[in-house]
């Protein structure tokens, strides 16, 4: 039986690099009804940028694969950018640490000026490390971290975490460092949550949940605000080490046709992720074009 759903489908936290393979993966995310992507930056060279310029480029080139995905899929594409916090690891152990530090806060102003001008939705990923680092690089990503809160609460934009896994402990201390910066703790992310940690354990923050499919059946029965996402990366050299780009399209035909779930409160929590979500963290109203027609 058909059925006939026009509200957007969106993926909350994606990577694509320059080139045929980008356009191959929004292809196929186009074809299975997804309308939104959420279009985070990463290093596309081989090393960390270096300098303010190597950020610089690394933004454009983020802002350009937005366009060029736009143009030939019509999907419309949201950049979020700013330095991975991780790179400031890589780069200490080349010019020191206060160097590496200072770089993340001109990058990450860079960075805040494409939000504020309109290229880019939100700053991303900001965080700290998910592996143990020293203790005083660990200091150093934290005071960027809260530096990255202040500067998305100035400019009026979501912060996209990038973390270890939270449990309630690890939830509440980014909630109190986010409510220290001036940033409401529902505009902090937690990009790549894996597990479903109650709302009330959440202390405000908002998770971006992972579209794996037992994980989305957990995630419908939540309270809002949170969001799917893939974190998908077309790396040719790790193939597989995300979900396909698809997948988000593809849970949403799951929950539609899954006898366990009655189909008008399946669409009511969709749009969590793919409207409420979006409206309320980052002042976007998100519409499909069409209506997408779905067989169950
Ligand atoms: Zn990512």
């Known amino acids: 039986m058909a059925v006939t759903f026009d509200l957007p489908i969106v993926d909350h936290h994606a990577h694509l690099r320059p080139g045929e393979s980008a356009l191959l993966a929004a292809r196929n995310f186009a074809k299975a009804g997804g309308s939104h992507l959420f279009l985070a930056t990463q290093n596309y060279l081989a090393h960390a940028p270096r300098s303010l310029e190597e950020y610089r480029r690394?933004?454009?080139?983020?802002?350009?694969?937005?366009?060029?995905?736009?143009?030939e899929t019509g999907i419309e594409v949201l950049s979020v950018l700013a330095p991975y916090p991780i790179d400031l690891v890589h780069v200490a152990?080349?010019?020191?640490?206060?160097?590496?530090?200072?770089?993340?806060?001109?990058?990450?102003?860079?960075?805040?000026?494409?939000?504020?001008?309109?290229?880019?939705v939100a700053l991303g990923e900001v965080g700290r490390a998910h592996f143990p680092v020293d203790p005083e690089v660990k200091q150093a990503l934290d005071r960027v971290m809260g530096t990255a809160l202040r500067i998305a609460h100035e400019t009026g934009c979501p912060a996209v975490l990038h973390t270890e896994d939270l449990d309630e402990r690890g939830y509440a201390e980014v909630s109190e460092m986010t409510r220290k910066s001036g940033l409401p703790p529902e505009r902090a992310i937690?990009?790549?949550a894996r597990t479903v940690v109650p709302s009330a354990q959440r202390h405000g923050v908002t998770p971006s949940?992972?579209?794996?499919?037992?994980?989305?059946?957990?995630?419908?029965r939540e309270p809002g605000p949170w969001f799917f996402e893939?974190?998908?990366?077309d790396d040719p050299a790790r193939p597989g080490v995300a979900l396909p780009l698809e997948t988000v399209p593809r849970r949403v035909r799951q929950l539609l046709g899954s006898p366990a779930l009655p189909r008008g409160d399946?669409?009511?929590?969709?749009?969590?992720?793919?409207?409420?979500?979006?409206r309320r963290l980052y002042g976007l109203e998100l519409m499909r074009r069409s209506p997408l027609t779905i067989e169950v």
């Open 266 to 278: 399946v669409v009511e929590k969709l749009s969590i992720p793919f409207v409420e979500a979006p």
């Open 230 to 233: 893939t974190d998908f990366l």
């Open 58 to 71: 690394q933004f454009e080139t983020t802002e350009s694969i937005a366009a060029r995905v736009r143009k």
């Open 93 to 120: 152990s080349e010019t020191g640490l206060v160097a590496a530090e200072h770089l993340q806060l001109d990058a990450l102003e860079l960075a805040a000026k494409e939000v504020r001008e309109g290229r880019a």
């Open 190 to 192: 937690k990009h790549y």
């Open 209 to 220: 949940f992972l579209a794996k499919r037992e994980l989305v059946r957990e995630v419908v």
